[in-house]
T-cell receptor
Framework: QKEVEQNSGPLSVPEGAIASLNCTYS??????FFWYRQYSGKSPELIMF????GDKEDGRFTAQLNKASQYVSLLIRDSQPSDSATYLC???????????FGQGTTLQVKP | SAVISQKPSRDICQRGTSLTIQCQVD?????MFWYRQQPGQSLTLIAT?????????ESGFVIDKFPISRPNLTFSTLTVSNMSPEDSSIYLC???????????????FGPGTRLLVL
């Protein structure tokens, strides 16, 4: 089992819809969770972090964490074509303290 | 977040040669890291660059192949030695800093160095 797993996609949504990106992790002791956005040919850009169970909202983005299910998600409301990118889930593993990345989910927002 | 720069931004190299990549940060940071992102793949941690001591390498990466320097708290270099086409990748440095809106330590990435080995 991979330490951090994401569906590679592509996930295609129409403009204005809600995009839902999901991530699971294997280490139950993990405490900190991050979402990065990476445009083609660019480096990853931090969008959000979350470390408490529940929801955390920032503008059009909501991160959701469920430690019991070892599941973290990112919702993007009112999706725009400019949101089209690869979204990387990253987790600081409890046993090593290292930041481990998932494979990333490619999101396509169609006008 | 910090301003992070990398040099070169891209390079095309011949097999058997070496390339040194520089990472410069505009503020002092304790933790700096080097990652590799192979085509179509996610990020893999190569090593943690420790100031004043040897870098800490991840499984599968060795100092002879990827020597790292960290002479101060704002600068680090990664050398890719004796290159082969399998080393073609994006190499990224990152720094760990507290997010501006909380005390949570997060990693911020430089723009990356795109390396093609022929």
């Amino acid at each position: 089992q991979k330490e951090v797993e994401q569906n590679s996609g592509p996930l295609s949504v129409p403009e204005g819809a809600i995009a839902s990106l999901n991530c699971t992790y294997s280490d139950r002791g993990s405490q900190s969770f991050f979402w990065y956005r990476q445009y083609s040919g660019k480096s990853p850009e931090l969008i959000m972090f979350i470390y408490s169970n529940g929801d955390k909202e920032d503008g059009r983005f909501t991160a959701q964490l469920n430690k019991a299910s070892q599941y973290v998600s990112l919702l993007i409301r009112d999706s725009q074509p400019s949101d089209s990118a690869t979204y990387l889930c990253a987790v600081i593993l409890g046993n090593t303290g290292k930041l481990i990345f998932g494979q990333g989910t490619t999101l396509q927002v169609k006008p | 977040s910090a301003v992070i720069s990398q040099k070169p931004s891209r390079d095309i190299c011949q097999r058997g040669t070496s390339l040194t990549i520089q990472c410069q940060v505009d503020s002092q940071v304790t933790m700096m890291f080097w990652y590799r992102q192979q085509p179509g793949q996610s990020l893999t941690l190569i090593a943690t660059a420790n100031q004043g001591s040897e870098a800490t390498y991840e499984s599968g990466f060795v100092i002879d192949k990827f020597p790292i320097s960290r002479p101060n708290l704002t600068f680090s270099t990664l050398t890719v030695s004796n290159m082969s086409p399998e080393d073609s990748s994006i190499y990224l440095c990152s720094v760990e800093m507290a997010s501006g809106r909380s005390s949570q330590e997060t990693q911020y990435f430089g723009p990356g160095t795109r390396l093609l080995v022929l």
